[in-house]
Nanobody, 121 residues
Framework: QVQLVESGGGLVQAGGSLRLSCAAS????????MGWFRQAPGKLREFVAG????????YYSDSVKGRFTISRDNAKTTIYLQMNSLKPEDTAVYYC??????????????WGRGTQVTVSS
């Protein structure tokens, strides 16, 4: 059974940093493009960042470009999201999932529980 476990969230002041991790177990996702997505209260789930299976190609939403960095360690089947210069509008539950471009490949019901990021002003 495939599991994606996100961690690293927390409460941080505006301007601060956090590093999120997504560990995949069961079936490796090392051959997939992976993405980070987020959902804020009352809002639709949105794409944040994506990374190719090789790690050589990364891409971001306009709202986080220049502040967030996605990376991966395929040996550890772990995806990371380094978040700098955090803003209150970054507050959301963050999830990782296999992706095709900016669209998740799998149904939300198969995702992990996510990790809460709260940015205070």
């Amino acid at each position: 059974q495939v599991q994606l476990v996100e961690s690293g969230g927390g409460l941080v002041q505006a301007g601060g940093s956090l590093r999120l991790s997504c560990a995949a177990s069961g079936r490796t996702y090392s051959s997939y493009t992976m993405g980070w997505f987020r959902q804020a209260p009352g809002k639709l789930r949105e794409f944040v960042a994506g990374i190719s299976w090789s790690g050589l190609t990364t891409y971001y939403s306009d709202s986080v470009k220049g502040r967030f960095t996605i990376s991966r360690d395929n040996a550890k089947t772990t995806i990371y999201l380094q978040m700098n210069s955090l803003k209150p509008e970054d507050t959301a539950v963050y999830y990782c999932a296999p992706a095709r471009g900016r669209v998740p490949l799998t149904d939300f019901r198969s995702w992990g529980r996510g990790t809460q990021v709260t940015v205070s002003s």
